[in-house]
T-cell receptor, first 115, second 113 residues
């Protein structure tokens, strides 16, 4: 069973379009995240979300918005896509982000290419 | 400024050989350090995690060390296998993690037959 799953794995779209990436975790974790991995392979956190609090990285454009229908899902919506949005987006979850040993479980990634 | 630097950027070794990857950090206050393995086209998978009081942790052929005084960590891979070819990412958390989790750029390891 896949612990953290995201769809689609690949997404190719035109500049200006709106797209979504879905994420689901079956680990029973309380907190989910979205990360962006750029061409230099750095993983940078975009959002952290649990049923109480959404934390947004201030560097993330407001064209990006997370939507959580329930505790097991955190979808990423992107409006007016730009060329610079091309990257691999990873969803992750953890049981307790305040724990000093809290482990992150990552999905397989969604490669977004904006033409 | 919280930073995690890894070296080398890439490394090529022959199957069966050992190798050591380095990680230096300036994250404060230090909470824990983790090493992740990321296969091409996959998400990162945790290998080891160490808190301040731990200075070594093993996971099979992977052994991580931590020197909290010098703010350095290493990941030693013994008797490398072709399947060890991947990126190895050092991740340091400050305080309570979450947004205070800083990722290194990774070391790309190639194991050749």
């Amino acid at each position: 069973d896949t612990a953290v799953s995201q769809t689609p794995k690949y997404l190719v779209t035109q500049m200006g379009n709106d797209k979504s990436i879905k994420c689901e975790q079956n680990l029973g974790h309380d907190t989910m995240y979205w990360y962006k991995q750029d061409s230099k392979k750095f993983l940078k956190i975009m959002f952290s979300y649990n049923n109480k609090e959404l934390i947004i990285n201030e560097t993330v454009p407001n064209r990006f918005s997370p939507k959580s229908p329930d505790k097991a899902h955190l979808n990423l919506h992107i409006n007016s896509l730009e060329l610079g949005d091309s990257a691999v987006y990873f969803c992750a979850s953890s049981q307790d982000p305040t724990s000093s040993t809290g482990e992150l479980f990552f999905g397989e990634g969604s490669r977004l290419t904006v033409l | 400024k919280n930073q995690v630097e890894q070296s080398p950027q890439s490394l090529i070794i022959l199957e069966g050989k050992n190798c050591t990857l380095q990680c230096n950090y300036t994250v404060s206050p230090f909470s824990n350090l983790r090493w992740y393995k990321q296969d091409t086209g996959r998400g990162p998978v945790s290998l080891t995690i160490m808190t301040f009081s731990e200075n070594t942790k093993s996971n099979g052929r992977y052994t991580a060390t931590l020197d909290a005084d010098t703010k350095q960590s290493s990941l030693h891979i013994t008797a490398s296998q072709l399947s060890d070819s991947a990126s190895y990412i050092c991740v340091v958390s400050a305080g309570t993690g979450g947004f205070k989790t800083i990722f290194g750029a990774g070391t790309r390891l190639f194991v050749k037959a």
